[in-house]
């Protein structure tokens, strides 16, 4: 069985209505209740809209709603943009992010970080921010830093973990301490 073996089954399913119902969503998932039933997780993935480059399409703005979660709490939702040819848009991320915790301030269509106008228009700042990494970085430090997920370079620190220095005089004590009995 699939606990036993420690593995993660993914199933990608679609949308079908339900004839007649009056109250209540008439959206339901093929391949009955026992699915839905056994599932750990069921996330509802949904375009809300395009991205646009003037009139060529280059992305979709997706939200992703937990339907059912049993290892967190469910019933969470998150927006973010996917880009064809890039993926997941870590430009925009950075500014979404940036602007709800008050680090990159946004007047108008304008967007700033430090009083200095990064763009007009949500793309023109993605696009600044992906012709100035150096800034990208500082402003996705700063986020890492208020959320507590390391020293804002991207790597985890471990103050547990001995030093390569400390390392070699940890084992050198341990050599000259006699066992204590007790």
């Not at 870590?90 to 269509?109: F, R, T, Y």
């Not at 949500?122 to 800034?135: D, G, I, Q, S, V």
């Not at 390391?150 to 001995?162: S, Y």
Request: charged letters at 30%; glycine letters at 10%; a negative charge.
């Amino acid at each position: 069985s699939v606990s036993k073996s420690n593995c993660m089954i993914i199933f990608i399913n679609q949308i079908r209505m339900k004839i007649g119902v009056m109250f209540g969503n008439p959206e339901t998932t093929t391949g009955g209740n026992a699915l839905k039933f056994y599932a750990s997780q069921r996330l509802e993935i949904r375009r809300i809209g395009a991205i646009k480059d003037r009139d060529e399409v280059v992305g979709n703005q997706t939200r992703v709603k937990v339907v059912k979660n049993k290892l967190a709490p469910p019933f969470k939702m998150v927006e973010f943009d996917i880009m064809y040819g890039e993926g997941i848009s870590k430009m925009g991320e950075i500014l979404d992010i940036g602007v709800n915790d008050g680090i990159v301030e946004k007047s108008g269509s304008w967007f700033s970080y430090n009083s200095e106008r990064i763009g007009q228009g949500r793309e023109n700042a993605k696009t600044y921010l992906r012709e100035h990494p150096e800034m990208a970085d500082e402003i996705e430090s700063i986020i890492r830093q208020k959320a507590g997920i390391g020293d804002g370079t991207g790597e985890v620190e471990m103050d547990d973990a001995p030093q390569d220095s400390d390392e070699a005089s940890i084992e050198a004590s341990s050599e000259e301490s006699p066992d204590v009995e007790e």
